[in-house]
Nanobody
């Protein structure tokens, strides 16, 4: 499966952005979808993920209550609504897909099988 992320940009503190990730290719399979981010000089870190059928969602503590992950009805597009953005949210954001399970959704880099190219989010103070 191929993933294409978009929606990044420059925003002021307190602003909002909505990232999107479109999956193509073997979309007939079920995939858990996640978002990660990587700031300069730092490790790639987990942001949010949703299990393939939507019943389970996970968030990093740093974004809980500010970010919302969602998928469209066909489950080929995943969104990350980011509100009340802070300078520490500045990073390249990556979407990722994992072959779906019915029990849990991965929150580590190693848990994902496919990655998009990343989209830059910059929050200015």
């Amino acid at each position: 499966v191929q993933l294409q992320a978009s929606g990044g940009g420059l925003v002021q503190v307190g602003g909002s952005l909505r990232l999107s990730c479109v999956a193509s290719g073997r979309t007939d399979r079920t995939y858990d979808m996640g978002w990660f981010r990587q700031a300069p000089g730092r490790e790639r870190e987990f942001v949010a993920a949703q299990i393939w059928n939507g019943w389970l969602t996970k968030y990093a503590e740093s974004v809980k209550d500010r970010f919302t992950i969602s998928r469209d009805g066909a489950k080929t597009t995943v969104h990350l609504q980011m509100n009340n953005l802070k300078p520490e949210d500045t990073a390249v954001y990556y979407c990722a897909a994992a072959r779906g399970s019915n029990y849990d959704v991965p929150s580590t880099y190693a848990g994902y099988d496919y990655w998009g190219q990343g989209t830059q989010v910059t929050v200015s103070s």
